[in-house]
């Protein structure tokens, strides 16, 4: 196994930017991250104020993978996640959902202890690692700062993208270019008030090119479902490209009219916000797998 260590990090998402890492198709990397600060919050008394703000929402990376190949994709399959033991979390005036209900911001420091983030108050959140900021470089002239999602990946901030998850990102240049970031120990649906747990630490992941796959959207693929990611300017935005390119995709491989596919997932596939804090939006439409099994679907 190949490790990265974080000595080379981007804070945006560009074909610009050189790569910190050369590997064949199918190599197992870990990586060394940091938080969406740049570790700079490590007390209570260290507030957003005190950020460098250009330092925010770091990536590991970019690694170059051989056999990836513009118009192809690459798949990601999330290894394991192993975190620190410290997370930082905050909220704030004008941000996130509930930023009209304060002036100026809080922090809130943690430990993580025997599989939890202890927060206090009797209250103790079971560890579910995820990586927040994940994805490869956009299309040529474009710089995508990390804290954006998009059609390459970023911060989509998907709380599913943890350990035996399976990521397949559209490739738009030879080598992918893959970065990541920005894990959390936990965070619910939503992100809502503009962080999760952030926490550094090492995630690893198997780095595959797919050549002959053409996307247009980051798909996910968990034990039990598969389905898409889509950022937009709106949650409705979102969900409706996501539903329809699931739809599209499905379509293309299984021998199933529209009308009847699209009855068939409204009865059981799930529309989930992944994060509403970020400058897009970010939604997954899943589908349990034992459904698309017996269509005989196959990617």
Sequence with gaps: MIELDDSKVTCVFSQEVPPALFVDSGTTVRIRT?????????????????LDW???NPATGPIYVRGAVA???LKVKIESIDLDGQIACCTGEAEGVCGDLFKGWSTGIRKIQDGKVIWGRG?????????????????????????TPGTHGGNMDC???????????????????????DMHAVMGDGEIGVSGAEVAGWPTVTLTAMPGLKLNHPLLETDTEFGVIVSATSLDAAADEA??????IITARVDIPADELVMLLSLCADVRVCQMVDPLKTVRFMAPKYVLDALGFVL
């Design 71 to 73: 118009g192809g994709a």
């Design 123 to 147: 209250v103790e959140l079971p560890l579910a690692p995820m990586i927040g900021v994940i994805g490869v470089a956009p299309a040529a002239g474009l710089s995508i700062n990390c804290g």
């Design 54 to 56: 250009d330092a925010t």
């Design 243 to 248: 539903v329809h390119e699931l739809v599209r």
């Design 159 to 181: 709380t599913q993208i943890g350990p035996g998850a399976t990521v397949y990102f559209p490739v738009e240049m030879d080598g992918a270019m893959f970065s990541c970031g």
């Design 34 to 50: 940091r938080d969406c600060f740049s570790n700079q919050l490590q007390k209570p008394e260290n507030t957003m104020d005190s």
